[in-house]
């Protein structure tokens, strides 16, 4: 068994923002191995955050982010459950990080339900006769429209898009964190991207 010290408490603390305890018991079920410890406190994020999921979000913010130069900005609307969170520094910078996510990459939706079913139903169109054109057997051509479309999701969809600061967890993945974090329901509303002359 590996010892569990303070440092290693502190540094997953510092990249989860979990509480100590949690941080503690993740260490000792990893067996000190911080990389270990992240994923298992995902996970129980991602579970918890999964049975918040139904709960009414009633209060939050709009948030604005202008990008330097003042070309680019963004207005967010982002909701929790009560007016104390809402107040909070962590959600203020949650909803920070989600203007500065869409000024950056231009989402054109909040979630992949709010795509239009025209609109998949089009791609899935171009999607397949390019994947034809390209020679692919017909048997597996729909496995490689599905790879595709949910390409075109992480693309376009602002809670399945790579967040800017780390590529390796999606918005989604994040808003599941403040979930966590913050112990409330957390939805992103909705979004509008200004850019000069476009």
Known sequence: MAEITTEKIKELRAKTG??????????????????KALEILRKKGAAKAAKKADRATAEGIVVSYIHAGGKVGALVEINCETDFVARTDDFKALGHEIAMQVAAMNPKYVSREEVPAEIIEKEKEILKEQALAEGKPEHIVEKIVEGRLNKFYSENCLLEQPWIKDDSKTIGDLVKEYITKLGENIKVKRFCRF????
């Open 18 to 35: 979990a509480g100590i305890v949690d941080c503690k018991k993740a260490l000792q079920e990893a067996d000190g191995d911080i990389e």
């Open 195 to 198: 850019g000069v002359g476009e």
